[in-house]
């Protein structure tokens, strides 16, 4: 709305115009409706300021974008390397392997999606639902009079702007012939000899062992790679940790793992608005400590009286800002 543009042109459509003394129009109401003016001025002021933030944030992420986009990968080279937040992998299913030996190998896919982090600064709360309809409702109505122990507070609401995060599938292969060992004991023998004893030690059935056909043995970092004849001989060494190593009469406790080839695949950069969380901005100083004011911000927003529903999370901070995380999921849960 422009309020400096020319008043359009009074076309007289059956209603005659009176002045305030003709219609008894008070100087009271002409002060109303002046100040309501000024109120309706202010708020698109404001709204105009909001709007300028978001462009500004908008064509900082486009830049980041275009860099990102601009810049080569070097010569022979093409990874992508990125530091990520602890994750945990969703297993996915397992994969059928065609082939003369199709018990050789496990192979199996995983579902990653890294945390995206977001950052929740002082007299802030994010307020998670445990239906989305609910989150939007409220995000429409834009503010809420609120009363926190002995004040009111008008809060404000809005969607939850998430930053980048990554998704991707892990395609893992568990090889059925071949096993990694660490901490084999540094012993004065040639190498030739202690790959002899390594092979000779993993034959031994009466430990799950079976024939070798191949050792690779590291002196250096203590660790080898033992490979077996035998289809799926490996598999026996999956829930094994440790296995005994004995050699020129003393006993050690090598660490086994199983053998695996891991392909990444489908790598997305995602990101988005929380549908079930709305962040709230506005809360005054309250003497009161976060999780008492939590609880208050829960009993209001949880009454679909004032269009609130069921929550599911709800996370206040009074003092300095905090970082909490998002995940990727049906829930869009904090």
Not at 155 to 172: D, N, Q, S, W
Not at 254 to 265: E, F
Request: charged letters at 30%.
């Amino acid at each position: 709305m422009d309020f400096t543009s020319p008043s359009p042109a009074l076309k007289d459509n059956s209603f005659k115009m009176m002045s305030p003394d003709a219609s008894g129009t008070s100087h009271n109401e002409m002060e109303s409706s002046n100040q309501a003016l000024k109120n309706l001025k202010r708020d698109l002021h404001k709204l105009n300021e909001e709007n300028a933030e978001l462009q500004r944030e908008i064509e900082k992420l486009q830049e980041e974008i275009a860099q990102c986009s601009s810049k080569p990968l070097p010569h022979n080279q093409h990874q992508i390397k990125k530091k990520v937040a602890e994750m945990k992998l969703n297993f996915s299913h397992l994969e059928e392997v065609q082939g003369d030996h199709p018990e050789l190998d496990t192979h199996c896919g995983f579902d990653v999606a890294t945390k995206i982090p977001f950052s929740l600064k002082r007299n802030e709360a994010l307020l998670t639902f445990e239906a989305e309809e609910v989150a939007q409702r409220l995000i429409k109505m834009d503010k809420y009079t609120v009363d926190l122990d002995s004040k009111t507070a008008e809060i404000r609401g809005k969607p939850t702007a998430l930053g980048m995060g990554v998704k991707f599938e892990l395609h893992v292969t568990i090889s059925g012939r071949k096993i990694n060992v660490s901490e084999v004991p540094e012993l004065p023998i040639p190498e030739e000899w202690m790959r002899d004893k390594l092979e000779l030690n993993f034959q031994k059935s009466e430990y799950g062992g079976g024939e070798v056909k191949d050792v690779c043995y590291d002196k250096q970092s203590g660790a080898a790679a033992v490979t077996f004849l035998r289809p799926g001989a490996a598999n026996s060494f999956v829930r094994r940790a440790k296995y005994p190593f004995h050699v020129n009469g003393h006993s050690y406790r090598l660490s086994v793992s199983p053998d695996t080839c891991v392909h990444l695949k489908k790598l997305q950069v995602y990101g988005g608005i929380s549908k079930k969380t709305i962040l709230l901005q506005g809360i005054p100083e309250m003497e009161d400590d976060e999780e008492s004011v939590e609880d208050m911000i829960k009993i209001h927003f949880q009454k679909p009286s004032r269009g609130g529903g069921e929550i599911e999370n709800v996370k206040y901070v009074s003092g300095q800002g905090v970082c909490v995380w998002f995940e990727e999921d049906t829930s869009n849960s904090m």
